[in-house]
């Protein structure tokens, strides 16, 4: 078994613990267009100065990319995947083949899976156990139960992300060497963007809904746009919207651009009764 704590050097440790607060601002610095991506790329700072110390370039682009790139994931286990990638932006930094792609691809595919994790878990089931034996306590005006939550949900879901983002570099840095000694890298690296696609797909099968509200009256018989577009494809229109959205963006349109746009289409494909 790995200790966490003999395995690193004063620098590393100094340097997680730079990355655990900065990661604190999460939700200070969250938006709609890339949710955790500015707090991401702040808690990989403090490693990117020390990987890229010699290279400039390098950490003005590692920094860019982190912080360009849509991210989400539950808070505890943001911890665990920015340990992940400061250990592969170390061997990135340390080797001369570029792995920036798996860097961005390994993110893309665990944060899904991660966020459902963490919200089963830490919201749904571990956060309504310890609120139990609180409110049970409060109830009978006993301050003991707030600061019981306070210590145990409260602090102990940062002890358990403080833990996860130093398991997560000492075992990724781990995982990683061997990966490049078996040369799986280029298999993870596709593994993780058809998992991405995949998580891709389903957030815009789950957030993005286009429905034609056109139904005109043909021989007598009410045709339905809508039914005919999900018996061919359900979920169609959404996706030819964000294919349509993504190659926007690859144009250089800016995010607010393409939301005003959209809005206007909407606005005035409704008033004709289309949407």
């Not at 340390?94 to 595919?109: F, H, M, P, R, V």
């Not at 994790?117 to 609120?131: E, L, Q, T």
Request: hydrophobic content about 50%; proline content about 3%.
């Amino acid at each position: 078994m790995i200790s966490l704590a003999e395995k690193l050097t004063r620098e590393e440790n100094s340097m997680l613990r730079k990355s655990f607060l900065y990661s604190l601002g999460t939700n200070m610095a969250s938006s709609k267009v890339s949710m955790q991506s500015k707090c991401f790329a702040m808690a990989m700072s403090p490693g990117l100065d020390i990987f890229y110390k010699n290279n400039p370039d390098g950490k003005k682009k590692a920094f860019y990319r982190h912080a360009s790139e849509f991210f989400n994931t539950h808070q505890v286990f943001l911890g665990l995947l920015v340990g992940i990638s400061l250990a592969m932006e170390k061997k990135n930094a340390e080797s001369e083949e570029d792995i920036d792609e798996s860097i961005s691809s390994l993110k893309a595919s665990l944060m899904g899976p991660t966020a459902g994790i963490g919200d089963s878990f830490f919201f749904n089931c571990y956060r309504v156990i310890i609120a139990g034996i609180c409110i049970g306590l409060c109830a009978g005006g006993n301050l003991v139960g707030v600061i019981g939550f306070v210590l145990f949900y409260g602090c102990g879901l940062l002890l358990y992300k403080y833990l996860f983002m130093r398991a997560g570099y000492i075992y990724g840095t781990t995982l990683i060497t061997a990966a490049f000694e078996k040369g799986i890298i280029p298999l993870l690296t596709e593994a993780a963007g058809i998992l991405g696609a995949v998580m891709v797909g389903a957030l815009v099968a789950s957030n993005v809904s286009v429905k034609v509200a056109l139904e005109p009256v043909i021989g007598g018989a009410t045709v339905s746009f809508q039914e005919m577009l999900d018996a061919i494809c359900p979920g169609l229109l959404a996706i030819l919207l964000w294919g349509w959205s993504f190659r926007r963006l690859q144009k250089s349109w800016s995010p607010t651009k393409l939301i005003f746009v959209i809005m206007g289409a909407c606005i005035v494909l409704a008033l004709f009764g289309v949407f």
